[in-house]
């Protein structure tokens, strides 16, 4: 009775196997991994090349050239973010190519899809941190009163993240201060001051409002 048993589990798992080869089951799902690895692979190409392209535009002072090699920074980016859609890295590449021609909204928003749930978390805590911190940078910019308080909120998390970030806290004291909140201010430049103690900015702010830090 036993061995029937056995003999029957092995014929039905034997059939399983022979039916799923002549659905082609396993070559289509190998297919499809080797595409995706595929695309990966492209995307990363296309990212290096927009890296590349990104450094030779900060580094050009030629403004017209700048921004040429900045809109080819971006190209590659949308190339290698239409690959794999779940790599944040090449929004925010896309973002800083963005940013630097001086769409600064269209950059926030490249930044955005960045740090948004799907794909964040293929960032590290300190690779999140400096992107958040580089977004509530962009959103100053602006100088809008909503924006700034978005900014205080992403540079709160960024601080959150990576608490040794004197720029962070530098910035969120000059946030604050736009938002006359010059306690909560003092705190954050006596922090940057602390983590950096040649950090003139914050020092000078402290100076300003008669508070030695």
């Given amino acids: 009775m036993e061995m029937d048993l056995i003999t029957q589990a092995c014929f039905i798992i034997s059939t399983i196997i022979l039916f799923l080869y002549m659905q082609k089951i396993p070559q289509t799902f190998l297919t499809k991994l080797r595409r995706r690895n595929h695309h990966r692979s492209t995307a990363k190409h296309h990212f290096i090349i927009g890296a590349q392209l990104l450094n030779k535009s900060r580094a050009t002072k030629d403004r017209t050239a700048s921004i040429k090699l900045a809109k080819q920074a971006a190209t590659e980016a949308a190339k290698s ?99 006359e909140m010059l306690e909560d201010a003092v705190v954050a430049y006596e922090r940057a001051v602390r983590i950096d103690p040649g950090c003139g900015v914050a020092r000078d702010a402290l100076n300003r409002l008669n508070k030695p830090e």
Avoid at 99 to 109: K, M, N, P
Avoid at 133 to 140: D, F, H, I
């Fill in 81 to 179: 973010i239409s690959l794999d859609p779940t790599d944040a890295a090449s929004y925010i590449l896309k973002a800083l190519a963005l940013d630097q021609q001086g769409l600064v909204t269209s950059a926030i928003e490249a930044l955005d899809e960045g740090l948004a749930p799907g794909t964040v978390n293929s960032l590290s805590y300190g690779e999140r941190s400096d992107a958040l911190l580089k977004r509530a940078e962009m959103k100053v910019k602006l100088s809008k009163r909503g924006v700034v308080d978005s900014a205080v909120e992403d540079l709160v998390e960024c601080c959150k993240l990576k608490g040794d970030n004197a720029n962070a806290y530098r910035l969120l004291g000059e946030c604050y201060e736009k938002k």
